[in-house]
């Protein structure tokens, strides 16, 4: 499974774009990028998922490049509720349910 | 669907008790998994299961024990509880191939 390596902690304002970006240098042809937010006291839930070039949902964006050995997440427009952890998770969909999360990316937004 | 969930919330047990912490899943999901969150750390996989009757172990499976007899449940039985086992659980499940993996809202334990 390939490892994935995030920054630890980032800080943003209400209203502001935010960019966190996973580094996934061993991904294999199979892997999909995934990410999840976890609110304190909760469990993890889905963001977004892709495979290459970008993904959009009503949430997020999904930035991967051609050589797929990064990834970005970005969130536009954050505020105060977007305060949570964010885990970037590579691998096969045979894979998942079997997956470690990561340390994951402390995002705290402020006023 | 009530989706998937755990019981207790919270339990409290002393150094060499037994206990089985349970989780139900509503939504006819194959996979199904158990997850340890220490203070400031990521998820770790303890167990998971790919169908009723089959279970496999995770990163940090030693002290736990699983079984998946139905679709629907997959509980975790701590042997004999180690104040290392002190941890919030999250139990997981999906279906083969699908995108995203849905949690419970996890049971928080303290071993003393």
């Known amino acids: 499974l390939a490892k994935t390596t995030q920054p630890i902690s980032m800080d943003s304002y209400e209203g502001q774009e935010v960019n966190i970006t996973c580094s996934h240098n061993n991904i294999a042809t199979n892997d999909y990028i995934t990410w999840y937010q976890q609110f304190p006291s909760q469990g993890p839930r889905f963001i977004i998922q892709g495979y290459k070039t970008k993904v959009t949902n009503e949430v997020a964006s999904l930035f991967i490049p051609a050589d797929r050995k990064s990834s970005t997440l970005s969130l536009p427009r954050v505020s105060l509720s977007d305060t949570a952890v964010y885990y970037c998770l590579v691998g096969d969909r045979a894979s998942y349910g079997k997956l470690t999360f990561g340390q994951g990316t402390i995002l705290t937004v402020h006023p | 669907n009530a989706g998937v969930t755990q019981t207790p919330k919270f339990q409290v047990l002393k150094t060499g008790q037994s206990m089985t912490l349970q989780c139900a899943q509503d939504?006819?999901?194959?996979?199904m998994s158990w997850y340890r969150q220490d203070p400031g750390m990521g998820l770790r996989l303890i167990h998971y299961s790919v169908g009723a009757g089959i279970t496999d172990q995770g990163e940090v499976p030693n002290g736990y024990n699983v079984s998946r007899s139905t679709t629907e449940d997959f509980p975790l039985r701590l042997l004999s509880a180690a104040p290392s086992q002190t941890s919030v659980y999250f139990c997981?499940?999906?279906?083969?191939?699908?995108?995203?993996?849905?949690f419970g809202p996890g049971t928080r334990l303290l071993v003393l």
């Open positions: 997981a499940s999906s279906r083969p191939n699908q995108e995203t993996q849905y």
């Open positions: 939504m006819n999901h194959e996979y």
